[in-house]
């Protein structure tokens, strides 16, 4: 076995127990700025329903002793990270990816390993003001961190990756973790909980997908499948 196999499996193994199976399950990327709130969203929607949560920092730091954050010792995380998403999804369980994904180049691997694994993608930007990222960065590191944030990213950090952010194309899911996220959370898991049981009907799902899809362009979210319509409007109110 090669050796990102072999950490796709410790990846994992550390996410046991699964959840069931589903006939279209859902592939959620969270993308937004360190201290934005994508792990708090994450286990938040963790609590709510059915997903494996895979973490960035946590698979770091399990494949990675002592990160050092290099250009190399991402593109190993990332290649074992995108092996488990797929491994998962082809087995037609529901993941969340909680990691950065700040870049087009980033996320467009993420579209065509979901059309790949027959999942139902759903691209979330997590925003948060300037202010608020700061002031959680700062309570980060003095101990102001609940135990999912397993982040070591600070200002400086976020300083840096402002600047290599970029827009994400097409249509997408966002949630603003200066309100309250609840309704957001609540919207999320509803659609991730759509996709009916793997034992119920997958002859079904698969022809709901073959008739029902729209074609998408490059880069373009496929919300046929899940809410038929842009949805950060929704999903900012409180």
């Known amino acids: 076995m090669d050796p990102t196999a072999q950490d796709a499996e410790r990846i994992i193994a550390s996410l046991v127990p699964l959840p069931p199976a589903r006939a279209w399950p859902a592939f959620v990327v969270l993308s937004g700025l360190p201290g934005s709130g994508k792990s708090t969203v ?10 494996a949560v895979i973490q960035s920092d946590r698979v770091r730091k399990l494949l990675v ?7 190399e ?3 190993h995380v990332f290649a074992a990270i995108h092996e488990a998403c797929a491994q998962l999804l082809r087995a037609g ?8 994904n700040l870049d087009e180049r ?18 979330v930007a997590v925003v948060a003001s300037e202010q608020e990222i700061r002031r959680r960065l700062r309570g980060r590191h003095h101990g102001g961190r609940p135990s999912y944030d397993l ?3 600070d200002e400086r950090v976020y300083d840096l990756l402002r600047g290599r952010m970029e827009p994400i194309r097409g249509r997408h899911w966002t949630v603003n973790t200066d ?17 009916a049981p793997r034992s119920r009907a997958p002859a079904e799902a698969a022809e709901r997908k073959r008739t029902s899809a729209p074609a998408t362009r490059d880069g373009d979210e496929d919300h046929g499948r899940g809410p038929a319509r842009s949805v950060s409007e929704s999903l900012e109110a409180s």
């Open 151 to 153: 982040s070591d990213a």
């Open 42 to 51: 994450a286990d938040a929607l963790r609590r709510s329903v059915d997903i």
């Open 93 to 100: 369980v529901p993941v969340l990816l909680d990691a950065t």
């Open 73 to 75: 010792e991402s593109r």
């Open 106 to 123: 980033v996320r467009r691997p993420l579209r065509a390993l979901a059309a790949r694994s027959g999942a139902r993608p759903a691209l």
């Open 179 to 195: 309100r309250d996220t609840a309704p957001a959370v609540a919207a999320l898991a509803r659609w991730v909980a759509a996709a």
């Open 65 to 71: 002793p002592w990160p050092c954050y290099s250009d």
